[in-house]
């Protein structure tokens, strides 16, 4: 699991920070009637549930090969992401579309708004740091690539899901913020519900395209085209390969799986044909370390 150390350490922290946001909200909820303050409390608990389920799916990705799965448990953590997705991020969603939908007949006003107020602001300052902390680490990995361009085509599916969750609840909150304000300045709670129906909205679109980002990994994506690149070149700069004739890539967790085929330079013998495909296989080892299955075939034609 070391590969995804760094996915963990920003895990914990973005589930110790939602904990102790849901609870604050969850209070402040009961206290003042707020629909949309409800609604965000909601959504910091599902994403309790939502953070406790990828670091299980980390936890079973970790898992070695057996009999029943030789390349091993890698893609554990997309079903994992996938559940977190369409589910938890939904059920969030749809219910703060019911409950606004819900209380726009009843015409229940805010009480101690300002305390909601407070409690938001407060939230949304603790978000923000955590969405600063899962950004960094995306800034890390992502290099010269735009933040869209790593989002459609990154292959770390937890650390999707978490910025997705840090993202949804920084806007929710601001929406909430923004509910709450308008419904204590007007006196009408009819904002207060829109504020609800409004941050359902946002995680339904959050999870629709965090759900087809990681259906794609479930199905079976190819590594990352630049890394794909990057072993293609280094394949046919080798004196051993005269042309790669197909190299085929699959991202399988924090593991890639790589088959080649390969027309290569003449040899007089087939223990001299082994021993340079070895020397290929144990160099392409040493320059991309997680490349952890390597299927190699020697022919002439594609």
Same mark, same amino acid.
């Given at each position: 699991?070391?590969?995804?150390?760094?996915?963990?350490?920003?895990?914990?922290?973005?589930?110790?920070?939602?904990?102790?946001?849901?609870?604050?909200?969850?209070?402040?909820?009961?206290? &003042?009637?707020?629909?949309?303050?409800?609604?965000? @409390?909601?959504?910091?608990?599902?994403?309790?549930?939502? !953070?406790?389920?990828?670091?299980?799916?980390?936890?079973?990705?970790?898992?070695?090969?057996?009999?029943?799965?030789?390349?091993?448990?890698?893609?554990?953590?997309?079903?994992?992401?996938?559940?977190?997705?369409?589910?938890?991020?939904?059920?969030?969603?749809?219910?703060? *579309?019911?409950?606004?939908?819900?209380? $726009?007949?009843?015409? !229940?006003?805010?009480?101690?708004?300002?305390?909601?107020?407070?409690?938001? #602001?407060?939230?949304?300052?603790?978000?923000?740091?955590?969405?600063?902390?899962?950004?960094?680490?995306?800034?890390?990995? %992502?290099?010269?690539?735009?933040?869209?361009?790593?989002?459609?085509?990154?292959? %770390?599916?937890?650390?999707?899901?978490?910025?997705?969750?840090?993202?949804? @609840?920084?806007?929710?909150?601001? $929406?909430?913020?923004?509910?709450?304000?308008? @419904?204590?300045?007007?006196?009408?709670?009819?904002?207060?519900?829109?504020?609800?129906?409004?941050?359902?909205?946002?995680? =339904?679109?959050? @999870?629709?395209?965090?759900?087809?980002? *990681?259906?794609?990994?479930?199905?079976?994506?190819?590594?990352?085209? #630049?890394?794909?690149?990057?072993?293609?070149?280094? =394949?046919?700069?080798?004196?051993?390969?005269?042309?790669?004739?197909?190299?085929?890539?699959?991202?399988?967790?924090?593991?890639?799986?790589?088959?080649?085929?390969?027309?290569? &330079?003449?040899?007089?013998?087939?223990?001299?044909?082994?021993?340079? *495909?070895?020397?290929?296989?144990?160099?392409? %080892? #040493?320059?991309?370390?997680?490349? %952890?299955?390597?299927?190699?075939?020697?022919? &002439?034609?594609?």
């Amino acid at each position: 699991m070391a590969r995804h150390d760094d996915s963990i350490t920003t895990i914990f922290f973005a589930l110790g920070a939602n904990a102790l946001i849901a609870l604050a909200k969850g209070i402040a909820a009961w206290v &003042t009637g707020s629909t949309a303050m409800a609604a965000e @409390a909601v959504h910091s608990a599902a994403d309790c549930g939502n !953070q406790g389920l990828l670091l299980l799916g980390l936890k079973r990705s970790a898992r070695p090969p057996d009999a029943d799965y030789p390349l091993g448990h890698g893609r554990a953590i997309y079903f994992w992401s996938f559940i977190v997705a369409l589910i938890l991020f939904s059920m969030g969603g749809m219910f703060s *579309i019911y409950e606004g939908i819900h209380k $726009l007949d009843s015409g !229940q006003a805010v009480e101690n708004p300002w305390i909601a107020i407070a409690v938001l #602001a407060v939230s949304l300052a603790a978000e923000s740091v955590s969405l600063w902390k899962a950004l960094t680490q995306v800034n890390a990995l %992502r290099g010269a690539q735009s933040l869209w361009r790593w989002f459609r085509e990154t292959r %770390r599916s937890e650390l999707l899901v978490v910025v997705g969750e840090d993202i949804a @609840a920084t806007l929710g909150l601001g $929406l909430a913020l923004l509910a709450v304000g308008m @419904a204590m300045l007007t006196g009408n709670p009819f904002y207060d519900s829109l504020g609800s129906l409004a941050i359902g909205v946002l995680l =339904l679109i959050v @999870a629709l395209f965090v759900g087809i980002e *990681i259906k794609a990994l479930l199905v079976g994506q190819s590594a990352d085209p #630049a890394l794909q690149e990057e072993i293609s070149r280094f =394949l046919t700069a080798r004196e051993e390969i005269a042309e790669v004739l197909n190299l085929i890539t699959l991202q399988n967790g924090a593991d890639v799986v790589v088959a080649v085929k390969a027309r290569m &330079t003449e040899r007089v013998s087939a223990p001299a044909l082994v021993d340079a *495909i070895n020397r290929c296989e144990h160099a392409l %080892r #040493a320059a991309f370390p997680q490349v %952890r299955w390597l299927f190699f075939e020697p022919d &002439t034609e594609k």
